[in-house]
């Protein structure tokens, strides 16, 4: 069962957690309730140098066992696309997506 950790920028009004949870269980093959996703949403962000940005960068960390290299990239390619679409249709500025998988 992958558990998914999404942190996103705590002024947005809703969260992408849903569209990532069937998303992530789609390109897995797994059913409902199979995909767990907590937010984990932040304050403030800050980056090096005098950059200023107008979007939001989104963690995506997926835990979970070894499904191989394959379903592995599956899910972390659905889930930031997940995040992407998301973003575009709620009309939310969005710099990036990091996500990534790690073995639990």
Not at 30 to 48: F, K, M, Q
Not at 77 to 101: D, H, N, Q
């Amino acid at each position: 069962m992958p558990v998914i950790t999404l942190s996103m920028p705590a002024t947005w009004p809703a969260a992408p957690s849903q569209s990532v949870a069937e998303a992530v269980a789609g390109a897995l093959d797994l059913g409902a309730g199979d995909v767990i996703v907590l937010e984990t949403p932040y304050v403030d962000s800050a980056r090096s140098g005098p950059l200023k940005s107008s979007g939001h960068w989104v963690l995506v960390t997926l835990r979970g066992s070894d499904r191989g290299v394959d379903a592995r990239d599956r899910a972390v390619t659905a889930a930031s696309a997940a995040v992407a679409t998301w973003a575009e249709r709620s009309g939310v500025g969005l710099e990036g997506v990091w996500c990534e998988w790690l073995l639990s």
